[in-house]
């Protein structure tokens, strides 16, 4: 098991590192090649004041790893754009780049993940919207317990909806 810890990311701390994370070219499907250190910074500072979005570092071996966004897509991302539940919630994450790969990596993150978000008794299922070109994260998703549900067009891609249940993601995890 590869340990993965998260913390609150800290917009005027995390903003350099997240700003390498989502430029860099594998991180694509972030669509924010393009965007300066001042446009990660604001972007953050704005999920920071956000009732409805947290940003979190995910640490592997007290180094940073991971970058994940929890979310309520009743307001955020997926609003007016599917039937939300209670207890729904919304989620990204990315794996930094690195040099050096450790096999089994991108599991453990959206494995340790998912534990994160349904670590909160009031989280019934986890929506997350994927670009539908994105293939290695359909994979991933899938082997944690996601289902598609369907094409969604949203303003900036053609995505995926699709949804893991509490026992759907305990069951995959078995």
């Not at 991971?66 to 009743?74: I, S």
């Not at 690195?98 to 453990?108: K, L, S, V």
């Not at 539908?132 to 900036?156: D, Y």
Request: hydrophobic residues 40%; glycine residues 4%.
């Amino acid at each position: 098991m590869i340990p993965i810890t998260f913390r609150p990311l800290d917009p005027l701390t995390d903003s350099e590192l997240v700003h390498s994370w989502v430029t860099h070219p594998k991180a694509a499907f972030w669509l924010m090649q393009d965007a300066s250190l001042p446009d990660i910074e604001r972007e953050y500072m704005g999920i920071a004041a956000s009732p409805h979005h947290d940003a979190y570092i995910g640490l592997h071996d007290g180094a940073p790893a991971v970058l994940m966004e929890r979310y309520d897509p009743e307001h955020i991302e997926l609003k007016g754009l599917y039937e939300a539940e209670e207890g729904d919630v919304g989620m990204h994450f990315l794996v930094a780049p690195t040099d050096t790969p450790i096999h089994g990596f991108t599991r453990a993150v959206i494995t340790a993940v998912m534990a994160e978000l349904f670590a909160d008794p009031a989280t019934r299922r986890v929506v997350v919207e994927p670009d539908v070109s994105n293939t290695a994260v359909h994979t991933l998703n899938k082997a944690v317990g996601f289902e598609i549900v369907r094409e969604l067009q949203k303003p900036e891609k053609l995505a995926y909806l699709s949804i893991c249940t509490r026992r759907s993601y305990e069951e995959a995890i078995r």
